[in-house]
């Protein structure tokens, strides 16, 4: 258990100045990033250690503690970057020397990717698709899975939707921005409008219909990413896609799935891997991308052209 004690109030403070600085630079996980890095410095503390004067003794250390809690290379990397984007953090504002974390990840966590870590997302074809939407009666349950199959969004740019973001008439989509997306506007195919106008209709209808959110709960909030997770779970479950009892990862089902699936059949339908990057807002890197304006009608009538449909 990670020990409960209050952060010294030094630490404590530049905390909370890490967490502004994520929040300026628009880290939509800029919870996890504090929490992550909360609970090193607890434990930190715990053993009488300064957070702020971390060596590679106190990360071998830290990174032995987590594994005996049952931590695997994928809660590995993401707990290292999320203390080293701290780290990284205090070295800009000049308060160490310097960030001792990106060689220690380098050296150490990637030692513990192996076995069930190393193994590919599962990928369904277009069959499993169908039988993966055609297990689920709810309304908003079933727009939720089209629209992670047919956008290829993340799970929490899927939760941050509102209802203003959708356009029926033009089969758009709006994503709100953030680190990781280069585009905001995507599309979406007649089965899945067709879908979403059927949720709408029941979303009206429902508690905390006058909230924003496209995708709302049972109590009438957003809905959360969790929430999201196990809507894909129970129902690649119910069609045998996903399987509790492995550790494998080509046995589970999760929304980032979606993504590979909505990639991986826009590529094998002949759209162009650019037009491919640019639905999926990958990060333009090169100048040459930076240069290359793309038409959104011509995006528009490949992506119509090349989503395959379910027959939902």
Request: charged share 30%.
């Amino acid at each position: 258990m990670t020990p409960k004690r209050i952060l010294l109030p030094e630490n404590a403070r530049q905390l909370d100045d890490f967490r502004k600085d994520c929040t300026l630079r628009k880290i939509t996980t800029t919870k996890r990033y504090v929490g992550d890095t909360a609970r090193f410095m607890l434990w930190a503390e715990a053993r009488g250690l300064d957070p702020l004067k971390t060596t590679r003794r106190e990360l071998k250390d830290y990174t032995y503690y987590l594994t005996e809690q049952g931590a695997i290379y994928s809660t590995l990397k993401l707990n290292f970057a999320h203390i080293n984007a701290f780290f990284d953090y205090l070295e800009a504002e000049e308060l160490i020397e310097s960030n001792p974390v990106p060689n220690f990840r380098k050296r150490h966590i990637r030692a513990y990717k192996s076995g069930a870590e190393s193994q590919t997302r599962q990928i369904i074809d277009i069959e499993q698709a169908a039988m993966l939407v055609g297990t689920i009666l709810e309304s908003r349950d079933r727009a939720i899975i089209l629209l992670l199959l047919k956008c290829g969004l993340r799970c929490h740019e899927l939760c941050e939707l509102n209802v203003e973001d959708i356009d029926l008439e033009k089969l758009i989509l709006n994503v709100h921005p953030s680190q990781k997306r280069s585009n905001r506007e995507l599309f979406f195919d007649y089965e899945t409008a067709e879908a979403l106008r059927r949720w709408l209709a029941v979303r009206s209808l429902r508690r905390g219909a006058d909230c924003e959110a496209l995708f709302i709960s049972a109590k009438g909030n957003r809905i959360a990413k969790k929430r999201v997770q196990e809507i894909c779970r129970r129902a690649a479950t119910r069609a045998g896609l996903h399987d509790l009892q492995s550790k494998r990862l080509d046995k589970k089902f999760t929304p980032h799935c979606c993504r590979h699936w909505f990639t991986t059949r826009l590529i094998e339908a002949g759209m162009s891997r650019d037009y491919v990057k640019e639905l999926r807002g990958d990060a333009r890197r090169e100048a040459i991308d930076i240069y290359n304006h793309i038409d959104k009608k011509m995006l528009k009538e490949s992506y119509l052209t090349c989503m395959p449909q379910l027959g939902v």
